[in-house]
């Protein structure tokens, strides 16, 4: 089955702690993105790739890190989470370089950082 | 400042009827145009896309407008159904260099219900 694949599902943290929340897509896909979704503000870019090694800021990247170094996986790295990054985070994956495509989403990691 | 806007945060509509949501947009520079379903603990679904070019795009139950002039959208889903109950974004982007064709902008999303 064509999906993206977000581990974790949930998770609390406490401030400053470092992770990860990976990502995966098995449809060969060369752009991907991460996205987070906050109330009343909608989904807004963290950052995304064009392909392996090629990565650019989105609208929020501050307090995150990202690497490309296989085309299916794109991480998503907090160094020292705050609680202002608690939210739900999306990765998102698209085959072509049109956004007429669409991007795939995957089913988002539930972050709290207390 | 918010670029893509979806001015009614909900919406309810009697089973079989026509539901219509509307989205607007300040960037003249945006060429593309998607909306976007999203169900509780689900990620977003892509339905349906329409490039500048054209000024209706339709799928199935579900057809998309353009209005390039007024920087106006909507998405019309006819009939429709209670499985059709979830928040609808409506996102664009543009299609020139320096990364505007890989972001793109979501409006904050319209909660529709379908009654039965």
């Known amino acids: 089955e064509a999906q993206v694949t977000q581990n974790p599902r949930y998770l609390i943290t406490v401030t400053g702690k470092k992770l990860t929340v990976t990502c995966s897509q098995n449809m060969n896909h060369e752009y991907m993105s991460w996205y987070r979704q906050d109330p009343g503000l909608g989904l807004r870019q963290i950052y995304y790739?064009?392909?392996?090694?090629?990565?650019d800021k989105g609208d929020v990247p501050e307090g995150y890190k990202v690497s490309r170094k296989e085309k299916r996986n794109f991480p998503l790295i907090l160094e020292s989470p705050s609680p202002n990054q608690t939210s739900l985070y999306f990765c998102a994956s698209r085959r072509g370089p049109l956004n007429y495509y669409g991007y795939t989403f995957g089913s988002g990691t539930r972050l709290t950082v207390v | 400042d918010q670029q893509v806007k979806q001015n009614s945060p909900s919406l309810s509509v009697q089973e079989g009827r026509i539901s219509i949501l509307n989205c607007d947009y300040t960037?003249?520079?945006?060429?593309?145009f998607l909306w976007y379903k999203k169900y509780p603990a689900e990620g977003p679904t892509f339905l349906i896309s329409?490039?500048?070019?054209?000024d209706k795009n339709e799928d199935g139950r579900f057809t998309v407008f353009l209005n390039k002039s007024a920087k106006h959208l909507s998405l019309h889903i006819v009939p429709s159904q209670p499985g059709d109950s979830a928040v609808y974004f409506c996102?664009?982007?543009?299609?020139?260099?320096?990364?505007?064709?890989?972001?793109?902008?979501f409006g904050k999303g319209t909660l529709l219900t379908v009654n039965p």
């Open positions: 329409i490039s500048s070019i054209k």
């Open positions: 960037n003249s520079m945006f060429d593309y």
């Open positions: 790739s064009m392909n392996v090694e090629v990565t």
């Open positions: 996102a664009a982007s543009g299609s020139g260099s320096g990364g505007s064709n890989y972001k793109l902008t």
